[in-house]
């Protein structure tokens, strides 16, 4: 399937890259959009990114302040 894109930023973009790499435009946005995709795979999920952080905060032996609500209504105003 063709993609066609008429857009003046995405054209010089593209042209900017196919100048600095000698490629052509068929190659440099195939590799630009396998790129994003990769980037994407990579990117862990929120859920996943709470759960590493409780991992570290419970293997770094977190423990609530013995004044800690004392702390807390002080922060939210006595509410």
Same mark, same amino acid.
Request: glycine share 4%; aromatic share 4%.
């Given at each position: 399937? *063709?993609?066609?894109? &008429?857009?003046?930023?995405?054209?010089?973009?593209?042209?900017?890259? !196919? *100048?600095?790499?000698?490629?052509?435009?068929?190659? !440099? !946005?195939?590799? *630009?959009?396998?790129?994003? !995709? /990769? +980037?994407? +795979?990579?990117?862990? =999920?929120?859920?996943? =990114?709470? +759960?590493?952080?409780? /991992?570290?905060?419970?293997?770094?032996?977190?423990? +609530?302040?013995?004044?800690?609500?004392?702390?807390?209504?002080?922060? =939210?105003? &006595?509410?």
């Amino acid at each position: 399937m *063709a993609i066609y894109v &008429d857009n003046p930023q995405v054209d010089e973009l593209v042209n900017r890259l !196919v *100048a600095l790499t000698g490629k052509k435009k068929v190659d !440099v !946005v195939r590799e *630009a959009l396998e790129e994003a !995709v /990769a +980037r994407h +795979r990579k990117k862990p =999920s929120l859920l996943e =990114s709470i +759960r590493e952080l409780q /991992a570290q905060t419970k293997a770094d032996g977190f423990k +609530r302040l013995p004044d800690e609500k004392e702390f807390l209504d002080d922060l =939210s105003g &006595d509410i």
